[in-house]
């Protein structure tokens, strides 16, 4: 099975920087797609970027297209995301999630990490 480790968030100033990682170990088959997810608590966890594993095709939601992104080292199995220009409402608990696959692109996401935990001030 794949399980999946965060790091990399912390305190920050609005505009400020940070590098995510997620380390991924463990190996499926079914796995497609990779992606950053965020939640709040009260609200609904909300997909911010997505990377098919094998094209290297990304996806990002309009609210962080531009400032975010996503990418991954299969040597290292990591996926990282690079969030620049960050703003208040950016605050949250990132996961990073592994999915299958529908049609041409990502399907559902069923595992996923702990959370690393970002705070913009």
């Known amino acids: 099975d794949v399980q999946l480790v965060e790091s990399g968030g912390g305190s920050v100033q609005t505009g400020g920087s940070l590098r995510l990682s997620c380390a991924a170990s463990?190996?499926?088959?079914?796995?497609?797609?990779m992606g950053w997810f965020r939640r709040v608590p009260g609200l609904e966890r909300e997909g911010d970027a997505r990377?098919?594993?094998?094209?290297?095709?990304?996806y990002y939601a309009d609210s962080v297209k531009g400032r975010f992104t996503i990418s991954q080292d299969n040597a290292k199995n990591t996926l990282y995301l690079q969030m620049n220009s960050l703003k208040p409402e950016d605050s949250a608990t990132y996961s990073c999630?592994?999915?299958?696959?529908?049609?041409?692109?990502?399907?559902?996401?069923?595992?996923w990490g702990q959370g690393t935990q970002v705070t913009v001030s």
């Open positions: 999630g592994a999915g299958g696959r529908r049609g041409s692109w990502c399907g559902a996401f069923s595992v």
């Open positions: 463990g190996y499926s088959s079914n796995t497609f797609c």
């Open positions: 990377i098919a594993t094998g094209s290297g095709n990304t």
